[in-house]
């Protein structure tokens, strides 16, 4: 069973603060994403990436970083948090086998990050 | 980029009739349609998928439908129950593993 784990359900942070978004799947999966969910706008891609220390934008990269040091591990990294990055962040992971069927994304439980 | 077009952004049907939600995407090097059903308070999962070299798909009650030339694609829910109230994302990919753009949502709702 595919597990993906964000570090925290509920974030609350002030403009202007460094934010780290942990997210770590137990499935050796090769495809990490990050994306953000917000009301009327559905899912957003921040940034994904395809193996250790490889990143690639998304649609919405700005004002946002990510760091994979590990294969596990795919973290989003907001440098000076704004209030309009307040949203729900949402990890998710697949592998990369090129069959058909394991395009699925997993995706983690969430992140509700607040910017006052 | 990508753009993913959905409507309608919200349907009421009748529990046991039939519900169908439509897609339109912009960029035709897509290959990947995959749709995500959201539950509240619940993270999306995925419920069907289609590449672009088949026509339609079907598993069980659900079935999507895909028109390359005209470049959208469509999720049909056969006989609905209460348990298919959710958002429905439907999503579109070129490769499938360089992340997904998403569509806005349908909100479900399947009335008694």
């Known amino acids: 069973d595919v597990k993906v784990t964000q570090s925290s359900r509920y974030l609350v942070k002030r403009t202007g603060e460094k934010v780290f978004l942990e997210c770590v799947q137990d499935?050796?999966?090769?495809?990490m994403f990050w994306y953000r969910q917000d009301p009327g706008l559905g899912l957003r891609l921040i940034y994904f990436s395809y193996d250790v220390k490889m990143k690639e934008k998304g649609d919405i990269p700005e004002g946002y970083s990510v760091s994979r040091e590990k294969k596990e591990r795919f973290s989003l990294i907001l440098e000076s948090a704004s209030t309009n990055q307040t949203s729900m962040y949402l990890c998710?992971?697949?592998?990369?086998?090129?069959?058909?069927?394991?395009?699925?994304?997993?995706f983690g439980p969430g992140t509700r990050l607040t910017v006052t | 980029g990508e753009n993913v077009e959905q409507h309608p952004s919200t349907l009421s049907v009748q529990e046991g009739d039939s519900a169908v939600i439509k897609c339109t995407y912009s960029d035709s090097a897509s290959n990947y349609f995959p749709w995500y059903k959201q539950e509240l308070g619940k993270r999306p999962q995925l419920i069907i998928d289609?590449?672009?070299?088949?026509g339609e798909k079907k598993d069980q009650r659900i079935a999507v439908t895909l028109n390359k030339t005209a470049k959208h694609f469509s999720l049909h829910i056969t006989e609905t129950q209460p348990e298919d109230s959710a958002v429905y994302f439907c999503a579109a990919s070129i490769f499938g593993w360089d992340g997904l753009t998403f569509g806005k949502g349908t909100h479900l709702i399947i009335q008694p």
């Open positions: 289609i590449r672009s070299n088949v």
């Open positions: 998710a992971s697949s592998p990369p086998d090129l069959s058909y069927r394991h395009y699925e994304q997993y």
């Open positions: 499935m050796d999966h090769e495809n």
